[in-house]
């Protein structure tokens, strides 16, 4: 059991533990930026797939989520203007203010949706065919 102890004895020569310590450090780093990036991701399905189902749980998670991250926008895009950072900030505001007016107003918003399933195009089936 003593050999177990003595292997994990860090060395003593400094150059390596630099090396390892930063090694260990990116390691990590990428770890966490992974599970990030994960969770990023399933996050914007839930949103996805609770908003294509029509869940209005969705629609809270989706203005909470996207609203958050509208001050990180904004601090991109006052480090650097682009287009595509624009566009995003653009897109997001558009969809916070729709699904917000969607959570206060719900029974126009579910008239108007009954309104476009209702007046749905009928094809029309000819007789002499």
Do not use: C
Request: aromatic letters at 8%; a positive charge.
């Amino acid at each position: 059991m003593t050999h177990v102890k003595q292997n994990l004895r860090p060395t003593r020569d400094p150059g390596l533990v630099t090396i390892a310590i930063f090694k260990l450090f990116k390691g990590v780093s990428l770890i966490a930026l992974g599970l990030g990036a994960i969770l990023y991701g399933s996050l914007f399905t839930v949103e996805g797939v609770g908003l294509w189902k029509g869940k209005r749980w969705a629609e809270y998670l989706t203005v909470i989520a996207t609203s958050t991250l509208i001050a990180f926008e904004l601090y991109e895009l006052a480090r650097r203007l682009t287009m595509v950072r624009v566009s995003a900030l653009v897109v997001n505001v558009a969809a916070v203010i729709y699904l917000v007016y969607r959570l206060r107003h719900p029974r126009a918003a579910d008239t108007a949706s009954a309104a476009q399933r209702v007046h749905r195009p009928s094809h029309a089936v000819s007789g002499n065919a």
